[in-house]
């Protein structure tokens, strides 16, 4: 409603926000509890929590254009509480986004560069301010950018749902320790620029020139992430202060990620083991091991192996190695792409089956699915085993 009065619209804003917390909180354990989620299922979840931090996002920053106009009788102190609001409700929406593999809508990133230069010409990107009551919701209006800005940096289209869910909070619990920067400095791995707001780039590409470049990265916050890693390692416990939703987790699990964020942070880029060529193919992909043992037994008793399987999909390969493969999917494939699922894989060009993990998955604006296969063997063979008779 527009003719709210400020204060009555935040007292209602603030209200919605507490009580929903525990309802927003089990729907993304739900989300994440269910990894192959039927499509209309998916969709119900996603949209119901994406479309509440929207809605409540652009709530807090109508408070803000309020504020600004001096409506309300509101005290310019509570400015910096409806940015960090504001900010917190957007980088939930890239969360979000992440979690289905796609990229941010452009709305999200202006509002995020937006919402920041309003207080950094305001002078209170480092004031500290209860965004929330309690200790755990003080901070300040930097540290509510650098998460969103950290968690976009953090390659988390190589991570599953939980995985990233993970790596969110890592990220909300080193924020104090993030650095961003006019000028390039040590620490600064990264690059976002305020004139064209987008997922913040590597320092591997220059940024253009201008005032409204600023360098990002992780700082001492990397150190801290190593320390981390380290006490994980030797008590198998969590550090005090680390909280990971209160879920039990898997060590080695969180051991991988962490080296995978130690990666990013320092700004790294892992080499590949073999060259990459661009091609035009298509392929034959069936999902899981059962589909895969089917689509090898058929290929043994008819050599021509037309693969009439009702699982199998067709993909279409833009770049392969030795390695594996860089693929685009259809939007009517399965469900089950994610990262980590077992894939086979049968090319126009070579008739054998080959055998692979997804291990990265992107969408772009349009909804075109991306992912990168690693082969576990060039060519695979089905071998059956019986008990030796006594």
């Not at 269910?34 to 408070?63: D, M, N």
């Not at 929406?93 to 010409?121: G, I, K, M």
Request: charged residues 25%; hydrophobic residues 40%; neutral net charge.
């Amino acid at each position: 409603a527009d003719d709210l009065e400020l204060e009555h619209r935040f007292k209602n804003l603030n209200l919605l926000d507490g009580a929903s917390r525990d309802h927003e909180r089990a729907l993304l354990l739900e989300y994440l509890a269910t990894p192959r989620q039927k499509k209309l299922h998916e969709e119900r979840l996603w949209t119901s929590a994406y479309g509440f931090w929207r809605e409540l996002g652009a709530g807090y920053q109508q408070c803000l254009r309020q504020g600004e106009k001096g409506s309300g009788g509101t005290s310019k102190a509570s400015l910096p509480i409806f940015v960090g609001r504001a900010l917190r409700a957007l980088r939930q929406q890239l969360r979000w986004a992440l979690l289905r593999y796609e990229s941010a809508e452009p709305r999200v990133w202006a509002e995020l560069a937006r919402l920041y230069q309003f207080a950094e010409t305001a002078g209170s990107v480092e004031e500290a301010i209860a965004v929330y009551p309690g200790s755990s919701g003080s901070g300040t209006v930097k540290q509510e950018f650098m998460k969103a800005l950290m968690l976009a940096a953090s390659a988390t289209e190589s991570l599953q749902p939980v995985g990233q869910e993970i790596a969110a909070r890592l990220v909300a619990h080193c924020c104090k320790s993030f650095v961003i920067a006019k000028e390039p400095r040590e620490g600064c791995t990264h690059w976002f620029d305020f004139a064209a707001p987008s997922s913040p780039v590597r320092l591997v590409r220059d940024p253009p020139a201008g005032a409204t470049v600023r360098y990002i990265g992780a700082g001492p916050a990397l150190k801290e992430l190593e320390q981390i890693r380290a006490h994980i390692a030797y008590t198998r416990s969590l550090p005090e202060g680390l909280d990971l939703n209160g879920k039990p987790h898997d060590d080695e699990v969180l051991l991988g990620l962490l080296k995978h964020l130690e990666q990013d942070w320092a700004g790294k880029t892992q080499a590949r083991r073999f060259e990459r060529r661009q091609v035009a193919t298509r392929v034959t992909v069936v999902p899981g091991l059962n589909d895969i043992i089917e689509a090898l037994e058929f290929a043994i008793n008819d050599s021509l192996d037309f693969t009439h399987q009702a699982a199998a999909e067709s993909w279409i390969v833009e770049d392969m190695s030795e390695g594996g493969y860089g693929a685009i999917i259809p939007s009517v494939a399965g469900d089950w792409v994610e990262v980590g699922s077992l894939v086979g894989v049968e090319g126009e060009s070579f008739r054998v089956w080959r055998v692979g993990l997804i291990r990265r998955v992107t969408r772009n604006e349009r909804h075109q699915q991306r992912v990168g296969v690693q082969l576990l063997t060039q060519n695979a063979t089905l071998v059956k085993l019986r008990l030796k008779a006594a």
